[in-house]
């Protein structure tokens, strides 16, 4: 609080009467008069601010505005039976609105009694304080020399400002002279000590209701962030539970049906056999477009997930999205469709991820399809091409669908089996959308079936030529300007190096090279490595980043050291797949780099690049 008075030397009045009119009133009755007047505005004061405190603890609120309203009056009223023959008045400006001063409260005391303003018949001048008039602070200054008036600043803080005003209605026109009345300097002094020590008082008040609200609005604020971490905390968990469940079916079915071939010998002949291989290879493809998911969302929220553009094929990839959830539609007699527009062909986007965001809407669409159909429509209109994903199934109720795109949020539904999804293709789709300058929209009606349509921009697509769309067709590597011949063509003793601590994926990785026709050799560790190396030099190394002991990054750095080795092709695998690895391997003098899980026909595909055209060429 910062207590205040400007011009206390003007305007003096010419006595302080308390509640008495006699100027030869004892000194000790005057100071007993004050002492129970700030005693009954303490009283009053304490009163208010435990109201405030007992409102924010059992509401979490207080009603700011009010409060100032009741310490105010309580003050103007209890100083104004303390002093006579004056007009009090309290000027507030709300710094945050105007900076204009309004007349809030307003009294006036005569001989002990108190009356508003309003209501208050007045001259002229003392009527310029009624509640409601205004003032510029000037103006109040010009009342100074007016009315005369006494400003005491009362309180200020980051939104209101308030001055007590006081009028002296003195019946003697001039000051009076030195000896004229008794007690005359004594009573002023104790006026002032009067005035300052209730401004303090109401200061104080307002001070403390300041910080109760603040300390309720600060409880609010934790309250509601409160929830929000709750409410995410259960999504996680969810999420979780969600997740376990997603990967355990398929680790199920992987483990159980691995067991039975192991159990009843491998034929290849028996059909049935084929069905669990099927079976174990679809489970694991479904593990690792869960994970794949996961990691997506991460690196969109980071900011690190990259989007190429090159001409995409519409049909093409429309139709590969319905093929991928063909079985799952069969399964429940559900019809797949097609439609394309006629002007509609290719479409500037990122392949891999447009037929992520078509898969995620068609998974979708089939899981909470009972019956009829499910379809893909292609339009264009304007600069825009417009990718819908139609269903006739249970539709969404207005109300679930402000949640559709939030992470880890599922939509409830009895027909569908508890715990199914981790509910992050929403999300996932929405945000790879943005990324791509387009946006995603949903219509839905209950019982009759839901649409979502993603719209991306068209306009590169216009410029696209027949070579543009030959040059999309699948076609063989090329080295040397050749295309690169299939591994049956190869010399059978194209050397391979594989360094890989893992025993498992060693003999998944020597198993399949050397059915391509690739002489491998493996080794576990650095030492390994290097023996190997002495010996004799492979035509490729494939190196394992993660490796017990050593950094895989840092062995190819030592390799690209010795010069007899710094034209070696190498291939850089690794289980991570963080934003930036395949760089990062790249410059630690990787050639290329694989991620695993391995894709196989993506392995054959990239070492088919580092071996010899001819293998006539070989020595």
């Avoid at 999205?321 to 469709?337: H, I």
């Avoid at 696209?464 to 076609?475: C, G, H, L, R, V």
Wanted: with cysteine; charged share 20%; hydrophobic share 40%.
């Amino acid at each position: 609080m910062v207590l205040s008075r400007l011009n206390s030397s003007e305007h003096e009045p010419s006595i302080f009467m308390g509640a008495s009119n006699s100027p030869t009133q004892s000194i000790w009755d005057l100071q007993l008069c004050h002492e129970q007047c700030l005693g009954t505005l303490a009283h009053q004061l304490s009163a208010t601010v435990s109201a405030a405190l007992e409102a924010a603890t059992q509401n979490h609120y207080v009603d700011l505005a009010a409060t100032h309203q009741s310490i105010l009056e309580a003050f103007l009223n209890t100083l104004g039976q303390a002093l006579d023959q004056a007009t009090l008045a309290i000027a507030t400006c709300s710094t945050t609105q105007s900076s204009e001063y309004v007349i809030d409260h307003a009294v006036l005391t005569l001989g002990g009694v108190l009356q508003n303003l309003k209501r208050a018949e007045l001259s002229d001048k003392a009527a310029q304080l009624a509640i409601g008039r205004t003032f510029s602070f000037q103006q109040l200054k010009q009342l100074q020399n007016d009315l005369p008036i006494n400003l005491w600043q009362i309180s200020s803080s980051q939104t209101e400002i308030n001055y007590l005003i006081i009028h002296w209605h003195s019946p003697i026109e001039q000051r009076p002279v030195n000896g004229t009345y008794r007690h005359s300097f004594r009573q002023t002094h104790l006026q002032k000590l009067l005035i300052q020590r209730a401004l303090h008082q109401a200061g104080a008040a307002l001070k403390q209701v300041a910080m109760i609200a603040n300390l309720c609005e600060q409880q609010s604020q934790l309250i509601t962030q409160n929830q929000v971490l709750e409410q995410a905390n259960q999504r996680k968990s969810q999420f979780l539970a969600n997740t376990s469940h997603e990967i355990r079916t398929p680790l199920c079915s992987i483990l159980g049906f691995t067991h039975l071939l192991k159990e009843q010998g491998y034929d290849p002949a028996d059909d049935r056999q084929q069905e669990y291989l099927n079976i174990i290879l679809s489970s694991g493809q479904h593990l690792l477009a869960l994970i794949n998911d996961i990691l997506d969302l991460s690196k969109v929220e980071a900011n690190q997930l990259d989007i190429l553009h090159e001409p995409v094929d519409l049909h093409k990839i429309c139709q590969t999205s319905l093929t991928l959830v063909k079985e799952k539609a069969r399964d429940k007699g559900l019809q797949l469709r097609l439609e394309i527009a006629p002007e509609v062909d290719f479409l500037l986007a990122d392949p891999l991820r447009l037929k992520q965001m078509l898969f995620n809407l068609l998974s979708n669409a089939v899981k909470f399809t009972q019956r009829g159909t499910v379809g893909v429509r292609v339009n264009a209109s304007d600069n825009m091409v417009h990718l819908t994903v139609w269903d006739t199934g249970m539709g969404i109720p207005s109300e679930k669908r402000q949640m559709l795109f939030r992470p880890y949020a599922q939509l409830d539904d009895e027909s569908i089996r508890q715990g199914e999804g981790t509910g992050l293709g929403l999300a996932l789709t929405q945000k790879l959308v943005e990324l791509h300058g387009g946006s995603i929209t949903v219509f839905s009606r209950v019982n009759y079936g839901t649409q979502f349509t993603i719209s991306l921009p068209k306009a590169p697509v216009c410029s696209i030529t027949e070579s543009d769309k030959q040059a999309q067709a699948p076609s063989k590597p090329v080295t040397n300007g050749q295309p690169v011949p299939a591994a049956a063509d190869l010399e059978p003793k194209f050397p391979i190096l594989l360094v890989e601590d893992n025993d498992n994926n060693a003999r998944l990785l020597t198993t399949y090279l050397n059915k391509l026709g690739y002489s491998t050799v493996w080794v576990a560790n650095e030492s390994e490595m290097w023996q190997t190396l002495e010996r004799s030099q492979p035509a490729l190394i494939l190196m394992d980043v993660c490796l017990p002991h050593t950094d895989g990054l840092g062995l190819i750095q030592k390799i690209r050291a010795i010069a007899e080795f710094q034209t070696l092709p190498i291939i850089a695998q690794t289980a991570l797949a963080m934003a930036g690895d395949r760089e990062t391997c790249l410059a630690a003098g990787a050639d290329a780099y694989l991620a695993k899980p391995f894709d196989l026909d993506k392995l054959a595909h990239l070492v088919a690049q580092f071996a010899p055209v001819d293998s006539r060429d070989l020595v």
